[in-house]
């Protein structure tokens, strides 16, 4: 077993370590994470608009409602590319120990300019708009690749000294929007240039070709099973030898984030569950796979707590079951310790891919549903969360989840009491 274990650490932790040290990755992740409160309002307005009961639907009709819930969903969730394409260049810049507002404003600038303009009309009645089509879920790849490239360019044009540069005395504000100038001149030709060129071909624009020729590959790859199951392996592995799962979940957070995107437009137009477009989302494996925290440690924390006969444990136990309860289970991870702990290997890892697997089979045949998109906040309560994701059935399936990582568990926990009992045992008649 050591073995084994010792050949995945040399294949995993470089692995994880280079994915984890990923400038882009980095900034796309906490760019993403920084639009929660954005995220949330767009699902909370998803959820108020679409209970369904006709007495609920008519008064929110009569009474102008329904149009104010469908605004905030227009301006939150569907409008999600334009807050990404900011908030990724403002984190990448940001990190360089640059200007991020500035870069932030600068690819915004971009993705507008590659963002296609639609017409309505003709001669001077005619109106241009921005199509929601293209900076809402649909058009998320596009605003990643846009602001990690401006936030490249701007950092390597600052770093050049290519700047306008204020005499002595100038306000810092005043120096810091000059210093940007060029940058942003730069790139916004650069970019329109693009924009000009793509335009002369088939696709037409840059949304079409990163929408058909990346976009559409590759949410189509992460919203397999087999991804989930692969996903959901590494980021046990990385667990297992200490690197932070986030190293890989980064990678496929913007694929499952726009996912879950396009399942809650789906649910504010109104389709029925069955017709959502994806069972494998961000919110959704979150909701069937962290039952306690990263590898579903919920079982093991609750035998810690109410079964162990080693002193250390019980009292571990207790310090680790409300964290738990709350999807938080760092102290398990690094205090139990579970990070290079044989035993756990087993239980840790696939505790979670069995969930998901076992899950993926029960939407499929119609017994959980499809999540609404709709995700809950970090630290949301077990249960609650299942709710918020997907309806009382997903809660119930996080109670399943509990039991399930009892069962699992169980026998690894009394080997590990039975040898700690033995060792403190041990150590009172040594010391007597």
């Given at each position: 077993m050591n073995g084994f274990l010792g050949i995945l650490q040399k294949m995993v932790v470089p692995l994880a370590a280079k994915l984890s040290s990923n400038k882009a990755l980095q900034s796309v992740s906490k760019g993403l994470m920084g639009l929660m409160v954005i995220m949330m309002m767009g699902a909370f307005s998803t959820i108020l608009s679409s209970l369904p009961f006709d007495a609920y639907q008519n008064f929110l009709v009569s009474s102008n409602l329904k149009g104010v819930f469908n605004t905030l969903l227009n301006v939150t969730t569907n409008m999600l590319g334009v807050y990404a394409a900011f908030s990724i260049a403002y984190s990448y810049v940001s990190n360089e120990d640059k200007d991020g507002f500035s870069a932030g404003a600068i690819s915004l600038m971009c993705f507008f300019i590659v963002t296609p303009l639609t017409v309505a009309g003709e001669g001077y009645m005619a109106v241009t708009n921005l199509p929601l089509d293209?900076?809402?879920?649909?058009?998320?790849?596009?605003?990643?690749?846009?602001?990690?490239?401006?936030?490249?360019?701007?950092?390597?044009?600052?770093?050049?000294?290519?700047?306008i540069k204020m005499p002595e005395g100038v306000p810092e504000f005043v120096s810091k929007s000059f210093v940007s100038i060029?940058?942003?001149?730069?790139?916004?030709?650069?970019?329109?240039?693009?924009s000009y060129l793509l335009s002369l071909t088939s696709f037409g624009d840059m949304h079409q070709i990163i929408y058909k020729l990346?976009?559409?590959?590759?949410?189509?790859?992460?919203?397999?099973?087999?991804?989930?199951?692969?996903?959901?392996?590494?980021?046990?592995?990385?667990?297992f030898f200490g690197v932070h799962g986030m190293a890989v979940m980064s990678v496929v957070i913007p694929i499952w984030a726009a996912l879950d995107a396009e399942n809650m437009v789906g649910v504010a137009a109104g389709m029925a569950n069955a017709d959502l477009p994806n069972i494998v989302t961000l919110?959704?494996?979150?909701?069937?796979?962290?039952?306690?925290?990263?590898?579903?440690?919920?079982?093991?924390?609750i035998w810690l707590t109410f079964k162990a006969k080693s002193k250390q444990y019980k009292v571990f136990g207790k310090m680790a079951l409300i964290p738990s309860l709350f999807n938080i289970?760092?102290?398990?991870?690094?205090?139990?310790?579970?990070m290079l702990n044989p035993l756990?290997?087993?239980?840790?890892?696939?505790?979670?891919?069995?969930?998901i697997g076992l899950a993926y089979i029960l939407v499929t045949i119609g017994i959980l549903p499809i999540s609404n998109g709709i995700g809950a906040p970090m630290g949301t309560p077990l249960v609650l969360q299942g709710f918020f994701n997907g309806g009382w059935r997903l809660g119930l399936y996080q109670v399943f989840g509990v039991l399930l990582s009892l069962v699992i568990y169980y026998p690894f926990f009394r080997i590990m009491d039975k040898k700690a009992v033995e060792e403190e045992s041990a150590a009172e008649m040594a010391a007597q």
């Open positions: 293209w900076i809402g879920p649909k058009g998320l790849f596009t605003a990643m690749i846009v602001a990690i490239v401006v936030s490249k360019l701007y950092v390597l044009i600052i770093n050049r000294n290519i700047t060029i940058p942003g001149i730069v790139i916004g030709i650069l970019f329109a240039a693009i990346i976009q559409i590959p590759l949410t189509g790859l992460g919203s397999s099973i087999w991804a989930a199951l692969l996903v959901y392996v590494l980021i046990g592995l990385c667990w919110n959704w494996v979150s909701a069937v796979a962290t039952i306690g925290g990263a590898g579903s440690t919920i079982g093991l924390v289970n760092e102290p398990v991870i690094f205090g139990l310790p579970v756990l290997f087993i239980p840790f890892v696939f505790t979670p891919v069995l969930l």
